[in-house]
Every structure is written in C-alpha cells, then in structure tokens.
C-alpha cells in the first residue's frame, strides 16, 4: 500500500469541534455570552465560526463600524483555548444598504426584482456589493488577521440562485462573446434555427426565462456554466483582501447536499469552485430515522457525497454545519437517537473529515430557526441529552488527533459531471421524472460502499490514470475530448463500465450525428440503437450468469460488433439481444450495462469485476449488512472505523490484532456491536 502523507486543512492540528457561533443575538444579554464560554468548556468544544450573519451589527449604518463586540468574543474564545473560524458577513446584508443601493437585490427569472429580506438574495454582479462586501472584508482582515484564535476564513455561507437584472444579463452577453467569439459561433453551438432562434445581435440574448426563453438546450446550459463563474467570480472578489494581508490563513466557503434525498448540490459546478479553495467544507443535514428507507441506505448516500468532496481536492475536508439533534426544514423534523450523533459524526470522519461542526451553537430566541437542532437549548442546560451527546462527540474527537491530515487511497473511481446533470435534467425525452443521474450513481457506488471498498467520486477534469476501475453512469453529455482520455485510460490497462443513456450529446448539448461516437465504439465494440423507457408497471428482465435481474425505467437495444454477450433480455421485441457486453480494447477492459438493474445485480456484476481486479478493502474486517468499514491511512497504521448503521446489535470480526483508540483495549475475532454503536481501532502497518 502506498505511504500516506498528512495534509493539513488548518494550522489547528486537532480535530475541530464546535459550530455557527452567533453572539451578535445576544449582545444585550452578557449573562448569555458569559454561560456561552462555560459551557463551550463543558461541551468539548473548541472552533467556532463567527460573524456569518452578523453584518447589521459590525455596520449598523454605513461606514460606522462597531468590532468591539466582536473583538471580546473572539478573545473569550481563545482565552479557553479555542479558535475561530472568521466569516465574512456577505451572506446577508443590512436593510440600509437594500434601501439606499436597490441594485444590489436580485432580479428573478420573471424579471422581478427581489425586496429586502431573507438572505443570499443579492446580485453577484453588483458593483456596489461587491465594493461593500471587499471594504468589510478588508476591515475584518486588518483588525483579526494576526489573531492567534484565526486558523481559517469562511467566505460567505451557502453561495448558490442567479439573478437576471441588466447587469447580470450584460455580464452573461460578456461571458458568451469570451467563449464564442462571434455570433455565428453561438447560434451553431445553441442550434439557432430552431424555433427560429436565430441572434443576429447580441443584445437580443437575454437568460431564460419563465417568460421568455427557456427551450433552446444550449442557452440554458450556458447560464448555469455562467452562473457558477460569476458566483466564483464575487467569491474571488470578496477574498482578494484576505489573500493580501493574510496569506497563511486558508480559505473555505461551505458547500451543500441538495433535496431530502442526500444528493450533491445542483445549483453550483463544485468541480470548478473547488479549484479556488484551499479546504473543502459542506453543510450535511442527512435525515437520519427516515420512513423512507433504512439507516445503512442512508449512510451509504452521505459516503457517497462525502467521497466526491473530499476527492475534488484529494485531501480531508471539513464539516462546517451539521444537527446534534435535528433540524427546522425537513418536512418531519425528527431528533437524532440516542447514539446516532457519535455514530454519523464518526462517519464523517472515517471518510475523510478534519472536523464536527454544528449550526448552532446556541438556538436563536426567535424567527425562522429558532426550533433548529443547536449544542444549547432554549432551557441553557448543559444537562439535556444533546448537550450530553456533543461532549461525548468531543471527547471521542480529543483522542483522534493523529488522524488529522490522513487521506485514504482509491483503486476504484466514479464519474459524476455537474454539466452532465444539468443537460439531463433538461433533456425533454426518456423519462422526465426517472432520469435520476445523481442517485443512479450512488446505486453503483453502494456495492463498494457495502464491500469497504475505497471509492474516489472524480470529476471529468480530474486524472484517471492511478485507478483500476473508471464507472461512468448515465454520461449523456461528453466530449470528444473526454472521450479520448477513455480510450487512454483502457488502452493502458483500465478497466471502464458505462452504462444507457451515455455518450449522446456533446459540450454544447448537441446530439452526436452519425450515430454513436466512433471512440467509445472502439472502446466498447458496440452501438447502442434506441432506448425503451419504461412506464412504472412496464417489466422485462436480463439473465446474468445464470440469473434473472428485473429492469426498471430503461433498456438499450444493442448492436455488438466485437463486444462479448454477457447477460441478455428476456421480453418484448428485443428479447434475447444483447443487455450487458465486455470487450477487450488493447491492454485494458470495457463493459456496457444497458439497462436500469438492481442492487442485487450490481452485487453480483461488481462482486466479479472485484474478484477479477483483485480490488480490497484497506483493512478487512467481517460483518453483515449494514456495518461499514472505513479506512484512514497514516504513513505508519491505519485508523479503522466499525460502524453499525442498523438497529440490532451485529457482530463482526477482527482477522489480526488491533488496539481500541478510545480504551486501548486489544481485540482480537468477534466483537459485539450495539446499535448504532462505532468502534475506532488503530492498526500498526507492517
């Protein structure tokens, strides 16, 4: 196995616990700000972020600042040896600047421009924003920036949504004319003709609109690529300050999950904005006890989203926001059981996370979240049972210390591409409401997930080389250009699956003419001739060694060439053709799975594509379903997570010797699992 080397998130070389720290609530309360340094003892905390919405109280009116506030916190904090994660304050502003500068209030889609309120409801493009937001940054680095408690900036909060006012679309008419050059250029990118569509000046391009444009592929692609680079584009305003005067602090803003379903954010291309962090951060809020599915299910959607963050940098990342207990916008709001707050801290961490970190500290007295999970309570108790459970998260965390730094290796990648979800998504064929690109890709994971199998979620951009296994599902958008380093990556010995509904347009969102690109029918000795999308109660099934597998949603009708027939159809009118192929291309191996299967197939169809590519966990331990294993690597040992994601007690077995971090008790064979319990083990490499 490959020497790990640390790398570091943070000057801080603990595990950093603690959260969303808001005392500007609180200013006329000092009893509260002084129980707050307390029980911050008492709760194993010892990171705080600061000043996230804090705008109206460090300039109650323009251009007269009061830091001092701020200035006590901050020392409070560290006085207890603490440290502060500083935010800049842009994720809400003041109502005297909406009042006095209109222009920086998004306008939406139906051209309406936004009233004050809310928050993350300014324009990107602003001028007046973005000065505003770069003086207080400015301020902030000058008075805080050689604080001792500073150990990491924490840009805005949540970044994501567009705006469409004049500046906005005269940015975007910019950003085209960088990219195409010419008119003619971009009316044969978006396929002008249709619809009669054609531009013939570029003030005529507006961003679509519910009542306006909204058809044309190509437009609709482009203003979500746009929005994503103007986002980053006030992000790299806000930070220039921060570069200048504190060059050694590192740089974050938090990334989020989207929709009840736990899958990666879609507003925003991560792939680029993570180009421009030092430190990956994310916001989780999984809804734990679900009657939707089971817990194990659950936990193997947030590894997924946890393997994509921490690989866009290929190094450990923070969890900036998280519920002891629960949450305020679900649409149950259920508390964490009793043992569930370790058990998913610590999952976080086995994937690659250098901290536990809450929203809140402190639940607010009033408005919107005020019934949001927090460390504190209304009740100011540090004897209730969250309260009880944070400790315990920190003092599990005060003795993992030597895990900081530590990475995990991959031999094993998946593909998810932010472009590809948009161009799907608007895609108005197959089925509208089972396209499902994000969660098809967590179904393909859950095989490695359940068999502690190390997975690297990659982006397109990223390098396949150091991967035995490269799995790209549903890839409807892809460029010649990505098709090509495919060909590399087999032709060299990789081994490749794709799957239906790949391969069909290019980075225009233009179909490919002629059929299947000539480079992936080298790769995979095939064409893919239609797609049948199925109605819910559609059926039809595919024999795979010797086994029937029930289809859902879609099946491709194949033409092979010179693919091996592995597993076939067994109705309708493409009965017994080809539904999954192999196919040896030079040194390497591809395979082509046709169909929407389930995770009983891809058990079975991964479990040989493990044994034949000798893929192994880090360090194997024996369990049932619903335990995970997961793997930190240090140069010298590794740190072993055991977790019980179900509630019944399991066992599982230790095949050599290996020492409990928190009790140092050697174990050895069989060792009983609570529900929900973890265990952490140390095991020294040879």
């Known amino acids: 196995m490959a020497k790990q080397e640390k790398s570091f998130t943070t000057k801080a070389k603990f595990m950093l616990h603690g959260g969303d720290y808001n005392p500007d609530q609180w200013l006329d309360r000092p009893d509260i700000l002084a129980d707050d340094i307390q029980l911050m003892k008492l709760s194993n905390t010892n990171t705080f972020s600061v000043g996230i919405f804090a705008w109206s109280a460090l300039e109650p009116e323009e251009g007269v600042y009061k830091f001092e506030w701020l200035d006590e ?93 004049d500046a906005c679309q005269e ?54 690529r746009f929005v994503t680079d103007q986002t980053i584009s006030f992000y ?6 921060l570069r200048e005067l504190t060059p050694s602090i590192p740089i974050t803003t938090n990334f989020m999950a989207d929709t009840h379903d736990l899958i990666p954010f879609q507003g925003l291309d991560y792939s680029k904005f993570a180009k421009h962090l030092d430190v990956i951060s994310w916001d989780a809020y999984p809804a734990w006890h679900n009657d939707w599915e089971s817990t194990a299910n659950l936990a193997m959607k947030v590894g997924f989203i946890d393997d994509l963050y921490r690989s866009l940098k290929q190094q450990p990342f923070l969890l900036m926001e998280s519920t002891p207990s629960a949450v305020n916008w679900h649409n149950v709001n259920k508390a964490k059981r009793p043992g569930m707050h370790l058990l998913s801290s610590m999952q976080m961490v086995s994937h690659g996370s250098d901290s536990i970190l809450y929203f809140q500290w402190r639940k607010s007295r009033g408005s919107s979240e005020k019934f949001h999970g927090a460390v504190v309570d209304h009740d100011n108790s540090p004897n209730n049972r969250v309260f009880q459970e944070v400790a315990q998260v920190g003092k599990t965390l005060e003795q993992l210390s030597d895990i900081v730094g530590t990475n995990r290796t991959s031999d094993v990648a998946i593909l998810y591409d932010w472009d590809n979800n948009w161009a799907l998504d608007d895609a108005q064929g197959f089925g509208l409401k089972t396209k499902q690109y994000p969660q098809t890709l ?81 790769i995979f000795g095939l064409k893919p001739l239609e797609t049948d999308t199925f109605y819910p109660t559609d059926r039809n099934a595919v024999t795979y060694e010797g086994e029937s597998y029930e289809v859902k949603d879609y099946a491709t009708v194949l033409e092979v060439d010179s693919a091996n027939v592995v597993a076939t159809y067994e109705q309708d ?23 929407r299967l389930p995770k009983e197939f891809h058990r079975h169809f991964y479990g040989t594509l493990i044994e034949k590519l000798e893929l192994k966990p880090a360090f194997s331990v024996q369990h049932g379903e619903g335990v995970s294993v997961q793997v930190r690597q240090a140069p010298d040992k590794d740190f072993v997570f055991v977790m019980n994601f179900t509630e019944e007690s399991q066992v599982v077995s230790f095949p050599t010797s290996v020492t409990d971090i928190m009790t140092k008790e050697e174990m050895i064979g069989e060792v009983t699992l609570k529900k929900y319990e973890v265990k952490i ?3 020294l490499r040879n």
């Not at 800049?88 to 003041?94: E, K, L, N, V």
């Not at 017994?576 to 395979?591: F, I, M």
């Open 73 to 165: 916190i901050i020392d409070n904090i560290y006085s207890i040896g603490g440290r502060v994660i500083l935010a800049t304050p842009s994720g809400a502003r003041p109502a005297w600047m909406s009042q006095k500068y209109p222009e920086v209030l998004r306008v939406n889609a139906a051209r309406i421009k936004q009233h004050h309120g809310g928050r993350h409801n300014h324009c990107f493009t602003s001028k007046v924003y973005r000065e505003k937001t770069q003086t207080m940054n400015r301020l902030l680095a000058e008075r805080y920036g050689n604080h001792p408690a500073l150990i990491l900036w924490h840009i805005s909060n949540e970044y994501g949504g567009d705006c469409h006012c």
């Open 171 to 224: 940015a975007f008419r910019e950003w085209l004319k960088k990219k195409y050059k010419t008119l003619d250029a971009l009316n044969k990118a978006w396929w002008g003709p249709f619809w009669s569509h054609t531009y013939t000046n570029w003030s005529q391009v507006e961003s679509p609109s519910p009542i306006g444009e909204s058809a044309v592929h190509g437009l609709n692609l482009d203003w979500r």
């Open 236 to 241: 790299e305003n806000e930070i220039v300050p």
């Open 442 to 522: 967590q179904e393909h994971y859950r095989t490695f997930w359940e068999k502690d199998i190390s997975v690297d979620v990659i982006t397109k951009e990223q390098d396949f080389a150091p991967y035995k296994l490269l799995i790209v599902p549903m890839l409807y958008l892809v460029s010649e250009e990505t098709i090509a380093r495919f060909k590399a990556f087999v032709a060299n010995g990789g081994t490749i699956v794709m799957t239906y509904i790949s391969g069909l347009v290019n980075e225009f969102d233009l179909t490919y003419m002629g059929g299947w690109p000539q480079g992936l029918q080298d």
């Open 573 to 595: 009118f493409y009965e017994s053709t080809p539904a999954v192929t192999s196919h040896q291309y030079e040194k390497g191996h591809s395979y082509y799975i046709g169909a």
């Open 681 to 683: 083990v140390e095991v």
